[in-house]
């Protein structure tokens, strides 16, 4: 099956979440808008039949390799894509967050009390920068999110020996250190 579901978001009533792994038979060894366009009517497909998801509620981020999060406004018939993002938060039923990830992790962060969550694109540099906890911070500053309520989930991601760098682990520490719980942290530990 083409999408895995984490039982830490799974647990979460109204929650609805998928990571769509590589789709077979989709070249993607292209330039990254080639790439996209190639995958999107998979991807619609999967969201529509696997999720329940219309792809016109979808959110974007532009994933930049940075640091900003983008609050996702409640509307309709407009551009679905933040610009300069590499993470989209909101607090607004209905609204559906999505990032690309490859060899980078994507990072759920869900706050079951105040309905909110936020998805954030975090490889080598966005985690240097410290993307994860800029979410847990803008979560808390638009949404009134406590850190100690927010479920934190890592998707696969590439990690030691496959690369030098652990991102994944500083993500979890970064995340532990804004005050999430480690037992609300999740981490499948694969690597990509």
Known sequence: MPVE???????????????V??????????DRAEALARLKPEHDRILTRDLGIDPASLWLAEQVHGERVSVCPPTEGVERLQPGSDGLATATPGEFLGIYVADCCAVWLVDPVRRACALVHSGKNGSALGIAPRAVGLMAERFGSRAADLTVQLSPCIRPPAYEIDFAARIREDCAAAGVPADQIHDPGVCT
């Open 5 to 19: 579901f984490f039982p830490a978001l799974s647990a979460i009533p109204g929650l609805i979440h998928g990571f």
């Open 21 to 30: 792994t590589r789709i077979p038979g989709v070249a993607v060894d292209v």
